[in-house]
């Protein structure tokens, strides 16, 4: 006689089973799970008719049905039904009896395993239900792990507005129940999403925005204190809203954002703060140039000159080493050791103990801009000079476009250089009243006349 094996149960016998055991919540849920957008029984009264028909109002903490249609479109494979409905079960089981571990457990293992099998917003909604199961049995711990792993689910999902909501609610209940590292901890990932969204809204072009969300993110770590970390985490908030603010013309608040960059990475002579001395160094002359603009277009030589005079001493200092004498907008108090520093470690956040290593596309650029100064300010042989070096850089990076301004720009500082001489010799030929002085103008006059 032939024996076939036992069939799997289907969806009805299990959605059935949790019935039986007492658990409508655990059916309610699995109903939808296992149902959603298949068509079968849509003219049918809804799990959560059904459930209270057969359940008299036991189903009272199930989650409205609307809302957990929202986050499923696919149901569950048939093979993982088992394991789905028996979690749900456990969960409503281990509620029923008081358990809130074996609860906030049954839901966290419900959605990692969505996680797992690449369904990130189902693992939204059962992280979620961990998060109420928490928040129920008044379990400031579990409620900031539930927190963290909603917000972090959300960061890779790209949704950066539900992430920043999910990490602020970490940081209230952190400060208000956690440990210092929990504190930090939180801290740091509002930040990290908060920058998040600051860069989201500088590539759709909002630049408010983009402040507002830096602005926030500053805030949050003025608040780490003097700690290592907090003062870098500061820095380097002060130098993402510097560029931000920059970035939609408010160069002036820009310039006080660099500064206090540049003070704060003076508390501490180490390499990693010295790589944000070098940053803010860039960033300050950049705005100092736009400042320079400006004050040009409205007719304020004066500032205009005072502007560029800081933006060439920030470069040179960046490019040399060389500490800028006293004034706004230079030294930003730091140490002639930090200064050496910060141009030796400028880009090497991670050398691993190997030396520190220069950004040359950022010293190419750095000569540019420098060059650029020094021929407006008729500082031709100068200009050559910052010119030959971004050449000579702009020769070892694979960027023929860089390369190709390099040639240009170097080409016509050299030309200038010569129209110079040669005007210079034009002027003072015969000056000095010696004969080889009117034999030189003797001999341009008649270039001239050949010429003519």
């Known amino acids: 006689m032939n024996h076939r094996p036992p069939e799997e149960p289907d969806k009805q016998t299990m959605s059935i089973e949790a019935l039986m055991e007492g658990c409508p919540a655990a059916f309610i849920d699995f109903y939808y799970l296992t149902t ?5 029984a849509d003219d049918q009264p809804s799990a959560a008719q059904v459930a209270a028909r057969l359940a008299a109002g036991q189903a009272a903490d199930a989650l409205d049905a609307k809302k957990i249609e929202e986050f499923i479109d696919d149901e569950v494979d048939p093979e993982h039904m088992p394991f789905v409905r028996d979690a749900l079960v456990h969960a409503e089981s281990s509620a029923r009896e008081g358990d809130d571990a074996g609860t906030q457990d049954a839901f966290r293992s419900i959605a990692e395993f969505f996680l797992k099998v690449g369904d990130p917003r189902k693992g939204i909604f059962f992280y979620e239900k961990r998060l109420k199961a928490a928040r129920k049995a008044k379990d400031p711990a579990a409620e900031m792990v539930a927190d963290g792993d909603l917000g972090r689910v959300y960061e890779s999902m790209g949704d950066i507005p539900h992430a920043i909501a999910a990490y602020e609610r970490l940081v209230a209940v952190a400060a208000a129940d956690g440990s210092r590292d929990d504190v930090s901890s939180s801290r740091r990932h509002l930040i990290r999403a908060y920058n998040a969204a600051a860069d989201a809204k500088t590539r759709e072009g909002d ?3 983009a402040v507002r969300f830096l602005t926030s993110a500053l805030d949050v770590a003025r608040k780490e204190g003097e700690s290592d970390g907090g003062v870098l985490l500061e820095a380097d908030a002060n130098y993402r809203l ?8 408010e160069h002036a ?10 003070t704060l990475c003076a508390r501490k002579a180490s390499p990693v703060d010295a790589v944000g001395a070098g940053k803010a160094r860039r960033a300050l002359a950049a705005s100092r140039l736009a400042m320079r603009d400006a004050a040009i277009a409205s007719g304020e030589t004066a500032a205009a000159e005072a502007h560029q005079r800081e933006a060439a001493r920030c470069l040179e200092f960046f490019l040399d080493g060389e500490p800028p004498d006293n004034g706004g907008g230079g030294g930003g108090g730091m140490s002639a050791i930090l200064l050496a520093k910060a141009r030796e470690a400028e880009t090497e956040e991670e050398s691993g103990g190997k030396g520190v290593v220069r950004d040359p596309g950022a010293d190419a650029r750095a000569w540019c801009t420098l060059g650029k100064i020094r021929s407006a300010e008729g500082e031709h042989a100068k200009a050559a000079s910052c010119f030959e070096k971004f050449f000579e850089l702009a020769r070892g990076l694979s960027d023929q476009r860089l390369l190709d301004v390099a040639r240009i720009n170097l080409g016509i500082a050299r030309g200038k250089v010569k129209q110079e001489k040669f005007m210079s010799t ?3 030929a015969g000056e000095d009243g010696t004969k080889e002085g009117s034999e030189a103008l003797g001999n341009l006059l008649s270039w001239k006349v050949a010429r003519a």
């Open 242 to 249: 510097g560029l931000a603010l920059a970035r939609i013309g």
């Open 253 to 262: 608040a820009a310039l006080e954002r660099q500064d206090d960059h540049l």
């Open 36 to 40: 959603a957008g298949d068509g079968v």
């Open 207 to 209: 630049g408010d925005g």
């Open 426 to 428: 034009v002027l003072h």
